[in-house]
């Protein structure tokens, strides 16, 4: 890899007060939407000098945030064990939907943003339906806190890990576990579907990170990922890509067709949280424990497919990071 297809750094958003819990993309990438322990939602236009819009009304930590498909709504699961869902706009209007009884860790829209799906410490996995902003059903059965939940692709299975380190396949149709895949030796942070719907990703606090086939429930991948805890995981869009957070205080990208590392990535003081791609891959947001939330070019696709508004594209001079071929270097000033 020369330097011009390495992933590099294109701007760094300041704002949140304290650890950084889940950021992603608004599918039209005129938008970052983050969540932090701060207890704020922010909504970063990235055009230069613009201020975030806050969304202000959860009286704990937020431990995550999605935006639905059409990028108008904004869904957030907070330790005050609400979940609430925002109008993506200048007026922030929230609906509250209480329902857990203990602080909610994961929040997911489903593929068309009908449905949420919300993940807590009471043990328990609740869908809910967004037009109507009401509950929907339970789905009961892990022994110990929730930490992650997604839906599959066509909404009729839900993915979810615990701290009792199992991941469990749930039929929401019979609010059944069609299978449980025990492999991880820790709690277990983060599970996806790859976006084909075929396979699942997880990652734990083992540090490592493990790749399901979700019709076969085989385990079909293996990586000794990081060497502390593996905080989120998340696939690019065609699927060949894994993009992982840690304790470690690094982002790592991996390819999946030759199930190796590709880059390991330094852009965070202290332990990452969390990372998504764009929705076509040509970026990366991340975000840590040091309050930063960093936009990176990931050089992953062979051609740019996206423009994301008012982000230049010079690269950070300042910043350094490895790539298991070619060791350390600094990216050159422009």
């Not at 055009?47 to 995550?64: E, Q, W, Y």
């Not at 615990?162 to 942070?189: C, N, P």
Request: charged share 20%; glycine share 8%; aromatic share 8%.
């Amino acid at each position: 890899m020369n330097s011009e297809q390495d992933p590099y750094v294109l701007k760094a958003l300041q704002g949140h007060k304290e650890k950084v819990t889940s950021a992603v993309f608004h599918n039209s990438l005129k938008q970052v939407i983050s969540s932090s322990n701060d207890g704020l939602i922010l909504a970063w236009g990235l055009s230069a000098n613009a201020r975030p819009n806050k969304f202000i009304g959860h009286t704990g930590p937020v431990c995550d945030v999605a935006v639905n498909p059409q990028g108008t709504l904004i869904a957030s699961g907070s330790r005050d064990t609400s979940v609430r869902i925002w109008n993506n706009n200048a007026s922030a209007q929230c609906s509250i939907l209480n329902g857990h009884s203990a602080p909610v860790k994961s929040i997911d829209f489903n593929q068309d943003g009908s449905l949420l799906v919300s993940a807590a410490d009471d043990k328990l996995v609740k869908v809910w339906d967004v037009a109507k902003r009401k509950f929907r059903q339970t789905l009961k059965g892990h022994s110990n806190w929730v930490r992650t939940a997604q839906f599959s692709l066509d909404s009729r299975m839900v993915a979810s890990g615990s701290d009792d380190r199992s991941i469990k396949l749930w039929d929401l149709s019979t609010e059944t576990v069609v299978h449980q895949f025990m492999d991880h030796a820790g709690m277990v942070s983060s599970v996806k579907f790859h976006p084909d719907g075929t396979c699942l990703a997880s990652g734990g606090s083992d540090k490592k990170i493990k790749i399901f086939d979700a019709r076969s429930q085989r385990l079909l991948q293996h990586y000794d990922a990081h060497s502390k805890g593996v905080n989120s995981v998340a696939f690019h869009s065609n699927g060949q890509y894994l993009v992982s957070t840690s304790d470690d205080a690094t982002l790592k990208v991996w390819d999946l067709r030759k199930g190796q590392i590709m880059y390991t990535l330094y852009g965070h003081e202290g332990p990452t949280t969390t990372a998504a791609f764009s929705p076509l891959g040509d970026f990366i947001i991340s975000g840590g424990a040091d309050q930063n939330l960093v936009i990176w070019k990931s050089n992953l696709n062979s051609r740019t497919t996206e423009v994301l508004h008012g982000a230049t594209s010079a690269k950070v001079g300042t910043d350094v990071f490895v790539t298991d071929k070619a060791g350390i270097r600094t990216l050159p000033e422009d």
